[in-house]
């Protein structure tokens, strides 16, 4: 992964978060949604047969409230969004499931590092939290 030159994904962009949101109607058409629509994603994901994707770099504390207002994200998954350095793990909540894990990132052995990656899943939507490029 490159593109920042060891900068972290916030500090290319300004501290802002990065999202990208795809919605998967019915009909297996894609939407791409834009940051101002992201205040519809209830309403879409209570939509039947649709499937929500949001992937979020970065996140800020708006994007913590955009997570539990929007999506009903459950306040211990919050809480592990906030205190980052989690342990992999796999809590299952009440329509809910979230899945804490990480990745490597970097090129050689003496560049090699881990990435916390969160993933939340539910009937209706998948949203994956990291930090980082």
Do not use: F
């Not at 949101?21 to 834009?34: A, E, F, G, W």
């Not at 800020?60 to 929007?70: A, K, S, V, W, Y």
């Not at 592990?80 to 804490?100: A, M, T």
Request: glycine letters at 10%.
């Amino acid at each position: 992964m490159s593109g920042t030159s060891g900068m972290s994904a916030q500090a290319a962009t300004g501290g802002k978060a990065l999202h990208t949101c795809m919605v998967l109607h019915p009909d297996r058409s894609i939407t791409i949604l834009d940051e101002p629509q992201l205040d519809k994603l209830d309403q879409l994901a209570a939509t039947p047969g649709t499937l929500v994707w949001l992937d979020i770099g970065d996140p800020q504390p708006d994007d913590i409230g955009l997570l539990q207002r929007e999506l009903g994200l459950h306040a211990l998954a919050i809480e592990d969004l906030e205190r980052r350095g989690q342990r992999p793990k796999i809590d299952s909540y009440p329509e809910q499931h979230v899945i804490v894990t990480y990745e490597v990132r970097g090129g050689g052995a003496a560049e090699l590092d881990l990435g916390e990656i969160h993933l939340i899943l539910n009937s209706r939507s998948l949203v994956s939290v990291h930090w980082g490029p």
